[in-house]
């Protein structure tokens, strides 16, 4: 059977000397691939690298060019352990039609490494960037130290994209939240250093307005709306979430406003700590409440000034 | 001669081009973890795409040109690869083998290709030109780079499957039991692929080879 896996002329020209396994000796398994010539019987679905060639090779009923041949593969890719390797080597001195095919195969392996060396030259840079193969944009992040904890800062071309209380939230957390909002994540310092200089002048009384575009990009429009209203509450002042909500038309929407309020990306330049409760009390915040009473802090915004600002509010909504 | 080994492959269940390898309960794979590496994680940032992309970009990419066999179907194959992981990303638990994730989104994404669009030249063919074109006397006179060509030709004619299985064992070092992994096939499928790829290859050019 062996003399169909190679043109005849081949086959006959280099001196084969094994002979063929009778049928009989087929089993099973192998009877499928027996009604196609060309397939070989190493093929069968046994799978697992074959061992122990020698002592199969020494039982009668094997060929022991079937076995070499079945195994040449194996033998090239270093598969083999090694007093198999030095069996199918021993063989191939032995035998010139196995010499022939182990030589074939390595010629043709050698083909395959030199279309691959071809095919990859330059790779490394030829290879398209994630931003061109996904076409979303970029936030680069870095981090700053500030007197309510480490910070973490993001901005893509188009402004500030996220700042993230590191003893609130996991920098883990932030980043993949960034991720899933459309936006391929790189560490990036010096990409933030105009954000991280006015947050640390804001943190050092030196800055109440921010001079910095945000970018909302994977906000949801009613979150947004809540947000591009309260970005106009000035310095030092508060509002509740009931007139937020009805300064957007949505006068019930008090709950919905701290929700969104919530999920605020860009807090400190989006000042969502300027909104409290009706109450007075100050209600929940992004970074926890003890970060929302500093920021107030920072511009003298006093438990009594909150509390006649919600009075005011109440008065107006009365 | 390829129908028996088609038989194979089928026997194997197939990923569909929409099932990313993210919900292998249903087909009984598991999720590879990062265990399975010997590369320890080391970047703080793992866990972020980009970091992902930063560490593997390339032997995938290189993946998808040895898989395409040429620059341009590479770059859509990478590309096409990248919006899948981005898309199953944030589903992928952390301590998943993304390495194996990846290479298997891309076996999966290059396999479907070859389905739907199919190959010009069925294996037979191929075979044929590579065999009748030239004559035993004037392959001495072909150079190399011919030679190159045509293995290059023989090998784009491989059943997608073969191909795979054949790359990634030559040249990314990957074990049959990985390979079956790669190919949510059984092992014995994945060395028979490589090996019946290597045997037609050999079939084809050995009286090509100076011997």
């Known amino acids: 059977m062996r003399q169909h896996d190679l043109p005849e002329r081949y086959a006959s020209a280099n001196g084969h000397t094994c002979h063929p396994v009778p049928d009989t000796h087929l089993n099973p398994t192998m009877d499928q691939f027996m009604t196609n010539p060309t397939s070989s019987p190493a093929l069968t679905a046994q799978g697992s690298i074959p061992s122990d060639l020698a002592a199969q090779a020494a039982s009668s009923a094997t060929d022991p060019c079937d076995l070499a041949e079945a195994v040449m593969p194996d033998l090239v890719f270093g598969d083999l352990n090694q007093a198999d390797e030095d069996w199918v080597r021993g063989h191939t001195i032995t035998c010139n039609y196995c010499a022939n095919v182990l030589h074939s195969l390595e010629h043709v392996c050698s083909a395959l490494d030199e279309c691959a060396d071809d095919v990859c030259e330059n790779a490394a840079a030829r290879r398209p960037s994630a931003t061109l193969c996904l076409g979303i944009p970029e936030a680069r992040y870095g981090f700053m130290k500030s007197p309510v904890g480490d910070v973490l800062v993001a901005a893509s071309d188009q402004g500030v994209v996220e700042i993230s209380y590191l003893n609130h939230n996991g920098r883990h957390e932030s980043l993949r939240e960034l991720e899933q909002r459309g936006y391929l994540v790189y560490e990036r310092q010096d990409r933030v250093r105009p954000v991280v200089d006015q947050l640390q002048e804001y943190f050092a009384h030196q800055r109440q307005t921010f001079d910095l575009p945000f970018d909302l990009g994977g906000i949801t429009d009613f979150t947004r709306s809540v947000l591009e209203r309260t970005v106009h509450i000035p310095y030092g002042k508060v509002q509740t979430y009931g007139e937020v909500a009805s300064a957007i038309g949505k006068p019930k929407a008090s709950r919905a406003v701290g929700n969104a309020l919530g999920r605020n990306p860009v807090p400190v330049i989006i000042p969502c700590h300027r909104v409290i409760l009706s109450s007075g009390a100050m209600g929940w915040y992004t970074g926890g409440p003890e970060i929302k009473r500093a920021l107030l802090g920072i511009e003298g915004v006093s438990y009594a000034a909150r509390e006649s600002a919600a009075q005011a509010s109440l008065g107006i909504e009365g | ?211």
């Open chain 2, 1 to 211: 001669m390829d129908a028996g080994w088609d038989r194979v492959s089928e026997g194997n269940r197939f990923v569909s081009d929409l099932s990313l390898p993210l919900e292998p309960a249903s087909r009984g794979a598991p999720i590879p973890t990062s265990s399975d590496t010997a590369t320890p994680v080391s970047d703080p940032d793992h866990c972020l795409f980009t970091s992902m992309i930063e560490r593997f970009g390339d032997e995938i990419y290189r993946f998808a040109c040895q898989l395409t066999g040429n620059g341009a179907d590479a770059d859509d194959l990478y590309q096409e690869t990248l919006l899948k992981a981005f898309r199953a990303y944030a589903k992928l638990p952390t301590d998943a083998n993304h390495r194996a994730w990846l290479y298997r989104i891309c076996s999966n994404t290059f396999i479907s290709d070859r389905r739907k669009h199919g190959r010009v030249s069925p294996m037979n063919d191929v075979m044929a030109a590579t065999l009748s074109d030239h004559a035993p006397d004037q392959a001495r006179a072909l150079d190399a780079r011919d030679l190159l060509r045509d293995v290059e030709r023989f090998v784009d004619a491989l059943p997608p499957k073969q191909r795979v299985a054949l790359v990634l064992r030559k040249h990314h070092e990957y074990g049959y039991a990985d390979i079956a992994d790669v190919l949510n096939s059984s092992e014995a499928a994945a060395r028979a692929n490589v090996h019946e790829a290597l045997t037609k290859l050999r079939g084809a050019f050995s009286h090509r080879m100076e011997v």
